[in-house]
């Protein structure tokens, strides 16, 4: 079965400066992985998703997700934090055929001005 | 098109009591689900459907009820509401199962079960 699990519960940056939001997975299959986000008070908006093609994958706002299968890796990067990052972010996955995601437990992402 | 689309935004309910959240999406997706959001627990899937006619359980299904008649409308129905039910619920749909397919999520319901 399928796991996910975000290694940090909150990650504080300053305006201007790189995010990482770190996440692992746990798959037997070819998985897809997907970053979603969501603002305070708000419903969850994809972000990226990774489909066994490219395995850097950009999104919008300009994330970007590297999937490294060595690693089991799936991290969130963005070069320059903007005061509008702030809000919390899910890694999911989903193994082919199964009709289930697992969320990870969130990164919320604060930023310094 | 309205997207995803969830009635109530808040309902406080006394424990005991029963009731039904509705879910509908105008997309003509096939797969719909059921989640709960809980501080420091990520989303838990409750229920899913494939499609109109079958539904099959999730993660957390117990005290939970869905059924899945058209392919627009997924209710979610609490039997005898608990405190544990205290949550925010998210409905979600896709064009075709989870495996690459983008989720679109409704903008959610506040429950408080007192």
């Known amino acids: 079965a399928q796991s996910v699990t975000q290694l940090d519960s909150h990650v504080s940056v300053s305006e201007g400066t790189p995010v990482l939001l770190r996440c692992n997975y746990s798959s037997s299959y070819s998985p897809s992985l997907f970053w979603y986000v969501q603002h305070p008070n708000k419903g969850l908006q994809l972000l990226l998703k990774?489909?066994?093609?490219?395995?850097l994958v950009k999104g919008i706002n300009g994330f970007e997700a590297e999937f490294k299968k060595s690693e089991t890796s799936f991290h969130l990067t963005k070069p320059s934090a903007h005061m509008s990052d702030a809000a919390e972010y899910f890694c999911v996955v989903s193994d082919p055929g199964d009709d289930k995601i697992i969320f990870g437990k969130g990164t919320r992402l604060h930023i310094l001005p | 098109n309205a997207g995803v689309t969830q009635t109530p935004k808040f309902q406080v309910l006394k424990t005991g009591q029963s009731m039904t959240l509705q879910c509908a999406q105008d997309m003509n997706h096939e797969y719909m689900s059921w989640y709960r959001q809980d501080p420091g627990m990520g989303l838990r899937l409750i229920h899913y459907s494939v499609g109109a006619g079958i539904t099959d359980q999730g993660e957390v299904p117990n005290g939970y009820n869905v059924s899945r008649s058209t392919t627009e409308d997924f209710p979610l129905r609490l039997l005898s509401a608990a405190p544990s039910q205290t949550s925010v619920y998210f409905c979600?749909?896709?064009?075709?199962?989870?495996?690459?397919?983008?989720?679109?999520f409704g903008p959610g319901t506040r429950l408080t079960v007192t």
């Open positions: 979600a749909s896709s064009y075709s199962g989870t495996w690459a397919y983008e989720q679109y």
């Open positions: 990774y489909t066994s093609a490219a395995t």
